[in-house]
């Protein structure tokens, strides 16, 4: 490199530097990035990190820790509930919008970026929708114009302060469901046919032209046997090229994450694969809502470290495939983790025989794990030429 570039080269390292320092770094006082948080580690690579966040765990007046760590380690948030439908129509043509509110107040106050979750799923919708529907007094026309109303009130709601939308969440079965080929599977699907995915996106675009639109799973981590009979993000990843084909807007695929060390996992080259043949389709990717549980067995339990360093160890390791991965693949766009304290982790209460649990980053008083020191370290080690900044799409019409 000839001097000339040398010296501006500096000049930006030396202002990139700056940037990240709330305080500049002077020589007395060198730059650490140890000492910085995962959002402004995640911000030199334009990546947002971010975290579920559980309204009740918001409101605690004797948990300010929550809110400190919620406000300062994150670059974006995700209402763990409070933006589902049960949670705002609990009673036909009545919404409450307290608690999506406070959080989307929240995000604005700290600068931070919202993924809203989410508008169609088949769990946690409002009993007087599944029962009515069940009684046959809410007839598959009047369901999908239900739909189309819930859709457009909520994304005009928030429009322009949600950065990305869960529009359509778990449409496809398992492997272990009934039929064993996968399938789009659960209440949508069923009273009004796979179609309502399309139709979710196009009303979820007519209401904000500009909030990227995703659809969101779990289990796409990596590709599988390539069958879409039984390989779950090959399945996705051809409703995707399908929507695409067919116009809907459609910009990402969101990755949830939910690993277990108990399971044989993946390692960073196969999930980079993945996000590259999302990107393939024209497609952003986020990581949206990443833990690894592990099993607690009466050891763990009791406080056996032998017990509990390997699984730290192995839930560490798996949180970090997937950032290495993110940040490989430049239209991966953000990093989240569902929940940051174990505090408020739902696993316990999911996972129950046997017990899982450890699955966040920060144990129950909020010290750090494992997990997330090596987040931090995938964040300060990465760099050019192997991982640049992030490329946004711009909302597909
Ligand atoms: O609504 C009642 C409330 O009235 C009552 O006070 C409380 C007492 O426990 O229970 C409340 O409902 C619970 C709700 O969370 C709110 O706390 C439900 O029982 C409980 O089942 C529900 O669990 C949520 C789960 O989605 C439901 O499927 C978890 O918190 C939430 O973390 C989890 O999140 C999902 C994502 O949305 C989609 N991907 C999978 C992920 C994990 O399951």
């Not at 975290?51 to 670059?75: C, K, M, W």
């Not at 909020?366 to 946004?392: H, M, W």
Request: charged share 20%.
């Amino acid at each position: 490199m000839k001097p000339r570039r040398w010296i501006s080269a500096g000049v930006v390292a030396v202002a990139t530097a700056a940037a990240l320092n709330a305080l500049p770094a002077t020589a007395s006082r060198p730059y650490d990035p140890t000492t910085q948080t995962l959002a402004a580690l995640g911000q030199r690579h334009g990546l947002k990190i971010g975290t579920a966040v559980n309204a009740t765990a918001l409101n605690d007046a004797g948990d300010p820790q929550y809110r400190r760590l919620a406000a300062s380690e994150f670059s974006s948030v995700t209402a763990e509930n409070a933006m589902k439908w049960e949670s705002l129509e609990p009673t036909r043509g009545t919404y409450d919008w307290t608690a999506a509110d406070q959080l989307v107040e929240f995000a604005a106050r700290n600068r931070q970026a919202v993924r809203g979750h989410v508008l169609v799923w088949h769990s946690q919708l409002p009993a007087w929708l599944t029962s009515g529907v069940a009684d046959g007094s809410i007839s598959k026309q009047e369901l999908r114009e239900l739909l189309r109303k819930h859709i457009t009130t909520v994304v005009k709601r928030y429009q322009g302060r949600i950065w990305q939308w869960d529009v359509v969440n778990e449409a496809v079965s398992d492997p272990w469901d009934t039929p064993s080929t996968l399938h789009y599977k659960g209440f949508w699907a069923q009273n009004l046919g796979p179609d309502y995915i399309a139709d979710a996106f196009r009303w979820a675009r007519a209401a904000d032209p500009r909030a990227l639109l995703f659809y969101n799973d779990y289990n796409i981590e990596a590709f599988g046997s390539g069958n879409p009979a039984d390989d779950k993000t090959q399945f996705v990843y051809d409703m995707a090229k399908g929507l695409r084909a067919q116009g809907v807007p459609i910009d990402g695929v969101g990755s949830q994450g939910h690993l277990g060390t108990q399971y044989g996992n993946f390692d960073t080259l196969q999930v980079t694969a993945a996000l590259k043949r999302f990107a393939g389709l024209g497609l952003a990717t986020a990581f949206t809502e990443v833990d690894v549980r592990s099993e607690m067995t009466e050891a763990v339990r009791a406080g056996n470290s032998a017990e509990i360093n390997p699984r730290l160890q192995a839930s560490a390791a798996n949180f970090s495939v997937l950032m290495k991965a993110c940040l490989a693949v430049r239209t991966c766009l953000s990093y989240t983790v569902w929940g940051f304290s174990d505090k408020y982790s739902w696993v316990p209460d999911w996972f129950n025989d046997p017990p899982e649990g450890l699955a966040t980053i920060y144990d129950e008083n909020y010290q750090p794990k494992r997990a997330y020191q090596e987040l931090k370290s995938d964040l300060i080690f990465a760099g050019p030429p192997y991982v640049l900044p992030r490329v946004a799409p711009r909302p597909h019409r």
